[in-house]
Nanobody, 128 residues
């Protein structure tokens, strides 16, 4: 069964770092764009970062995380990572990874409607 599994969440103090991992089972991530979204209590799910499925490795970041978060992928391990540095209290949320349904795109999008496969989420809590 095709599924995405996130890991790496936890509780960290403000200014700390975490690395989230998104692993796929049952298929490959390699040809599809992958995005990280997050949802804080009482707020809508918002895009954080994405990376294309092509060799161009196009990436995109929300303004709120630019310069602090880095997305990357390891196709050999069928895994996408989100390195989060200089964490702030406002980064507290459940983080989800998702796969775009369109293969072989040279770009990635923050349009939630294009992502049809989602993980179960991992909690990130940043204490101030």
């Amino acid at each position: 069964q095709l599924q995405l599994v996130e890991s790496g969440g936890g509780t960290v103090q403000s200014g700390g770092s975490l690395r989230l991992t998104c692993a796929v089972s049952g298929s490959t991530l390699n040809s599809h764009a992958i995005a990280w979204f997050r949802q804080a209590p009482g707020k809508e799910r918002e895009a954080v970062s994405c990376i294309s499925g092509s060799s161009s490795r196009m990436t995109n970041y929300a303004d709120s995380v630019k310069g602090r978060f880095t997305i990357s992928r390891d196709n050999a391990k069928n895994t996408v990572y989100l390195q989060m540095n200089s964490l702030k209290a406002e980064d507290t949320a459940v983080y989800y990874c998702a796969r775009d349904w369109r293969p072989f795109l040279g770009l990635c999008t923050f349009d939630k409607g294009q992502y049809v496969l989602w993980g179960q989420g991992t909690q990130v809590t940043v204490s101030s």
